[in-house]
């Protein structure tokens, strides 16, 4: 039997706001535990919440970058439940009414055509704190720092059809709230995080299977490694006439397995009700209109606007454009040195190696610097093979390249006298495969040129050498 996977993802994505969703506290990450609390969020009786307007303008921000319909009226709710980490002991989120509904984004699988992927609703709400177990201890901490800091919930339709649209889904939200500013993207220390649900069912049957939830993948790889797994899992499964449990798994990256962290609980066991605490939030037109207005180029156009203008490949403006710090490099690189395909190749070749697109403004190299290196290789002078050598010790530095090729002495040797002189000598010690290129194995030639490097490490001019071996050859 065939089955066809369905997969919904709950993206949560912390908020870049200076203070948390509901009071004056700090969001700053790391900082010695509990030290960044107060009345509010630490649940004390009789404070009360203060609503963050940075955060509405935030969700507002998101809901139009993902053609949402903005509530201008939504409204808060309690969602009960026992937190250890979380002192009320409920935590303020959106249920019923939520900031925005029905937007979508478009994703891209390689091989395929893109695909819409339906966005139910982007609410907001608090995170709970951090739970420190001890490993030799039976005791467990709370840390309460990141109580309170606020949080989008992003929840996808169940319109992903494998763990490859999944990922590609996750990545495009993510380049999208990073575009934005209104989220940092870290990974690692959990601003961006996603549950998973997944159900497989028959090919061609119209009902969903049942499905199971998988929690807090932290990476990209993470999230789809789970979902292959929970794909092979649930198959078998049902291959040998069984029934998935509908449940909640937490993924082992280490092990490379799912494991079942507890029953599947219900929207009704959490026992909703609007917060008496928090009046509705009105958002009027002129708000979002404004927001509207402000908006950046978004990843996609930014893309079709570089394949177009720059005339890149698919490809090419797809890399370029994964990270909106990416892109302004190549931009304000390309101010100075015109050629978009040389530029695009070298940053995609020697920049990202080391560099990926979410680490670009960790780069010590300046988009000018590059641009500069480029100019002296098509100049000629320095060779290709140099240039990659000298941005190497630029990525350390951060030096200028005309400082490094004058210090280091790697200015291409374009000096014919000084060249003939070596080309000789190498043709003399060579005499077989000299014989050989007059038999007419032309391929010799590249082995002549390569003896010519190494002498001059790599700085001869390589058409100059060519010119030159072919001259001495033909005497
Ligand atoms: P809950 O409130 O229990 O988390 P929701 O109905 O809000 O459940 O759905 C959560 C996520 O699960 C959504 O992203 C949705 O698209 C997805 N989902 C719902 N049903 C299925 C299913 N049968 N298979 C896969 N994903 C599903
Ligand atoms: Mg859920
Ligand atoms: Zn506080």
């Not at 609410?123 to 039976?138: C, I, N, Q, Y």
């Not at 082992?252 to 929207?267: H, L, P």
């Not at 032309?442 to 040129?449: N, W």
């Not at 790599?458 to 005497?475: C, V």
Request: hydrophobic share 35%; charged share 30%.
């Amino acid at each position: 039997m065939e089955f066809e996977t369905v997969i919904g993802l709950e993206i949560h994505a912390q908020m870049k706001t200076q203070s948390k969703i509901f009071c004056g506290c700090s969001t700053e990450f790391g900082a010695p535990p509990n030290t960044h609390t107060c009345p509010v969020c630490l649940g004390m009786p009789g404070s009360l919440p203060v609503l963050n307007r940075q955060v509405v303008e935030s969700a507002i921000k998101l809901g139009l970058a993902t053609d949402s319909v903005i509530n201008r009226e939504n409204r808060f709710a309690r969602k009960n439940y026992f937190y250890p980490d979380l002192p009320k002991g409920y935590q303020i989120s959106q249920f019923e009414l939520p900031i925005c509904e029905h937007g979508s984004i478009e994703i891209e699988v390689e091989g395929q055509v893109p695909k819409t992927i339906g966005i139910t609703r982007i609410h907001m709400e608090e995170d709970a704190g951090k739970l420190v177990h001890d490993d030799r201890e039976p005791v467990s901490y709370v840390d309460l720092n990141r109580t309170g800091t606020p949080l989008l919930e992003i929840v996808s339709e169940p319109d992903l059809r494998s763990p490859e649209e999944a990922a590609a889904y996750l990545k495009k939200l993510h380049a999208i709230v990073r575009y934005l500013d209104i989220c940092d993207g870290n990974m690692q220390e959990g601003s961006f995080r996603c549950d998973a649900n997944i159900s497989l069912r028959p090919r061609g049957q119209q009902e969903f299977g049942t499905r199971t939830e998988l929690k807090n993948m932290n990476s990209f790889r993470n999230v789809q490694l789970a979902l292959e797994y929970e794909v092979r899992r649930q198959r078998d499964i049902l291959l040998e006439g069984g029934e998935v449990v509908q449940q909640t798994l937490l993924w082992d990256a280490d092990k490379g397995r799912t494991e079942s962290m507890r029953g599947k609980e219900e929207a009704h066991d959490y026992r909703y009700f609007p917060d008496p605490d928090l009046v509705p939030v009105q958002v009027d037109e002129a708000w979002i209109e404004r927001v509207r207005s402000e908006l950046p180029e978004l990843p996609d156009k930014r893309r079709l606007r570089f394949i177009h203008d720059f005339e890149l490949t698919d490809y090419d403006g797809a890399i370029l454009t994964a990270s909106r710090e990416l892109a302004d490099f190549f931009e304000t690189a390309y101010r100075v040195y015109g050629n978009a395909k040389k530029l695009a190749n070298f940053i995609g070749t020697e920049l990202l190696r080391d560099y990926g697109p979410e680490r670009i403004g960790e780069c010590p190299v300046k988009p000018e610097q590059l641009a500069r290196l480029l100019i002296m290789t098509d100049e000629g002078k320095i060779s290709g093979k140099i240039a990659k050598t000298v941005f190497a010790e630029m990525l350390v530095g951060g030096k200028d390249p005309e400082v490094i090729v004058k210090e280091k002495g790697l200015v291409q040797m374009s000096d014919e006298g000084q060249l003939v002189a070596l080309v000789q000598e190498i043709l003399a010690a060579n005499p077989e495969q000299v014989q050989q290129f007059r038999d007419g194995k032309a391929k010799v030639m590249g082995f002549f040129v390569g003896q010519l490097m190494q002498k001059t490490k790599g700085q001869a001019n390589p058409q100059l050498a060519n010119k030159l071996f072919m001259q001495e050859l033909q005497k």
